[in-house]
Nanobody, 125 residues
Framework: QVQLVESGGGLVQAGGSLRLSCAAS????????MGWFRQAPGKEREFVGA????????NYAASVKGRFTISRDNAQNTVYLQMNSLKPEDTALYSC??????????????????WGQGTQVTVSS
């Protein structure tokens, strides 16, 4: 069992930056690939990015590539999402997710077994 807790969300102006954190408790953190997803009101959950258990493989959605950076610190059981050049359309509830398939960096929410409660990101124009 893995428990995930996100933090770092907030209100920011367009063009600004935020760094989200996702702290994990439970078994060996490096055994889990981690994903970030977001969901805006009235929209489906959207893949943002994912990182393998080792941190060597990373995948980004096209909509955030070049603006967002995923990293992880396995010693601290934490994964990060650095978000730069934020746009109003980035406004959403951001959630982290974990899968015990350590090499999986795919986009399907159903492949992730554990989810956090999410942290709200609001980007004003």
């Amino acid at each position: 069992q893995v428990q995930l807790v996100e933090s770092g969300g907030g209100l920011v102006q367009a063009g600004g930056s935020l760094r989200l954190s996702c702290a994990a408790s439970g078994r060996t953190f490096s055994s889990y690939a981690m994903g970030w997803f977001r969901q805006a009101p009235g929209k489906e959950r959207e893949f943002v990015g994912a990182v393998s258990g080792s941190g060597r493989s990373i995948n980004y959605a096209a909509s955030v590539k070049g603006r967002f950076t995923i990293s992880r610190d396995n010693a601290q059981n934490t994964v990060y999402l650095q978000m730069n050049s934020l746009k109003p359309e980035d406004t959403a509830l951001y959630s982290c997710a974990a899968t015990d398939r350590a090499l999986y960096i795919g986009t399907e929410p159903g492949r992730y077994e554990y989810w956090g409660q999410g942290t709200q990101v609001t980007v004003s124009s």
